[in-house]
């Protein structure tokens, strides 16, 4: 890389934390919890989101999403489904989504009316690490059929995460998965990181739906009949 | 993305293209088939690259392979088993392979005694797209485990394909793989473009072997005992 793209890199990645403070301090005016859903491509972050989403409306939240592709608006369609607003944020071949895209997307949504905002990220384990996006928390999804070396191998990244999502458990078998080198690889870029273990397809998300009311402080009042 | 960086950028990029031109050029003169892997992290380009080393070797080829990572020199350990000459190319944080970074691994190699050179590329499916590295043919590996939409999410990287090789293939029932599905979104994103089935970790790779001695024009001579 040469030092002037180098330099100018800094000036466009300055210029977004600066844009992801001022997105930091309207969400927590606002008081919703942000959630930055990052991984490569295929661990199941939209998975992850549609039963999240169907989830927390059941236990009384109010929860939207915006969802980051490269191409394509299949996952907004994909997530409508769900009943929560969702607006789709193409980058047009940008390996990662930026502070300016998260705020341009937000107009003319009542922030106030949400407890849970989830942002899902372009599918890479390396662009979107230096991209701060005002969220409450940032979570990396690993999946059991990637390997368990992946922490190690993309250390930025999951260095940067508040919080590690396993998913796919249900394929650990499948996959011959090494749960015990999985956990010391992450701990090695990330000492003391919570994990979580999730099998969405299945239906099991109970450890991630308690973090996340846990950490936003809000508590699950179920919607009879939902 | 300011004016500015994409020029700076597309400086980057055209150096690239001329460097990778010279070292095509190499190649050719040396008779070397060079195969650039490309995919999502996680997609088994080293477990495939691990067992066609041997298997190429087993069949009277000589293969080396020059492996990307942001981190780590566990892949060029790992394949180093396998009997082939093998280097790592630590990126520290760059989400792709340069034509440069090639070039300066090749040295002191003697180009002309191999058949096959094999660069794994870091694993991202969207920055190794715009980086030709003088290869024969750019292979982009899906694995059955990430879903059959991301031809349609990621169509810059598929659309640059020679090959596309459907990677994991033993794990196609457990994930309710859609071949059908996948093989419509590679073809709507690369028209035409040859799609290989492999089972690496199961041994099935002969379609992939096949198609690798066809390009390079070279018969299989079985070492006896090998």
């Given at each position: 890389?040469?030092?002037?793209?180098?330099?100018?890199?800094?000036?466009?990645?300055?210029?977004?934390?600066?844009?992801?403070?001022?997105?930091?301090?309207?969400f927590?005016?606002a008081g919703v919890f942000v959630?930055?859903?990052?991984?490569?491509?295929?661990?199941?972050?939209?998975?992850?989101?549609?039963?999240?989403?169907?989830?927390?409306?059941?236990?009384?939240?109010?929860?939207?999403?915006?969802?980051?592709?490269?191409?394509?608006?299949?996952?907004?369609?994909?997530?409508?489904?769900?009943?929560?607003?969702?607006?789709?944020?193409?980058?047009?071949?940008?390996?990662?989504?930026?502070?300016?895209?998260?705020?341009?997307?937000?107009?003319?949504?009542?922030l106030t009316?949400l407890d849970f905002l989830?942002?899902?990220?372009?599918?890479?384990?390396?662009?979107?690490?230096?991209?701060?996006?005002?969220?409450?928390?940032?979570?990396?999804?690993?999946?059991?059929?990637?390997?368990?070396?992946?922490?190690?191998?993309?250390?930025?990244?999951?260095?940067?995460?508040?919080?590690?999502?396993?998913?796919?458990?249900?394929?650990?078998?499948?996959?011959?998965?090494?749960?015990?080198?999985?956990?010391?690889?992450?701990?090695?870029?990330?000492?003391?990181?919570?994990?979580?273990?999730?099998?969405?397809?299945?239906?099991?998300?109970?450890?991630?739906?308690?973090?996340?009311?846990?950490?936003?402080?809000?508590?699950?009042?179920?919607?009879?009949?939902?």
């Open positions: 890389m040469k030092p002037k793209l180098l330099e100018i890199r800094q000036g466009v990645l300055s210029k977004n934390d600066r844009l992801a403070q001022e997105l930091r301090a309207r927590a005016a959630i930055n859903l990052v991984s490569s491509p295929g661990s199941g972050k939209t998975t992850l989101l549609e039963i999240t989403l169907s989830q927390l409306r059941a236990r009384g939240h109010a929860a939207a999403a915006l969802v980051g592709d490269l191409a394509t608006e299949n996952d907004a369609r994909r997530l409508a489904r769900s009943g929560a607003p969702i607006r789709q944020i193409v980058t047009d071949g940008i390996c990662h989504l930026e502070a300016a895209m998260v705020a341009s997307h937000l107009e003319g949504w009542d009316a989830f942002v899902e990220n372009v599918g890479n384990l390396v662009c979107p690490a230096s991209y701060d996006l005002g969220e409450s928390m940032r979570v990396v999804l690993l999946a059991v059929t990637e390997g368990e070396d992946k922490p190690l191998k993309y250390p930025t990244m999951f260095h940067s995460a508040d919080l590690v999502l396993l998913t796919k458990m249900d394929l650990a078998q499948a996959t011959e998965f090494d749960r015990e080198q999985a956990y010391a690889a992450i701990h090695a870029v990330s000492p003391g990181v919570p994990v979580v273990e999730t099998a969405a397809k299945k239906g099991r998300i109970d450890g991630w739906l308690a973090i996340l009311e846990e950490r936003a402080g809000v508590k699950a009042t179920p919607v009879p009949g939902d």
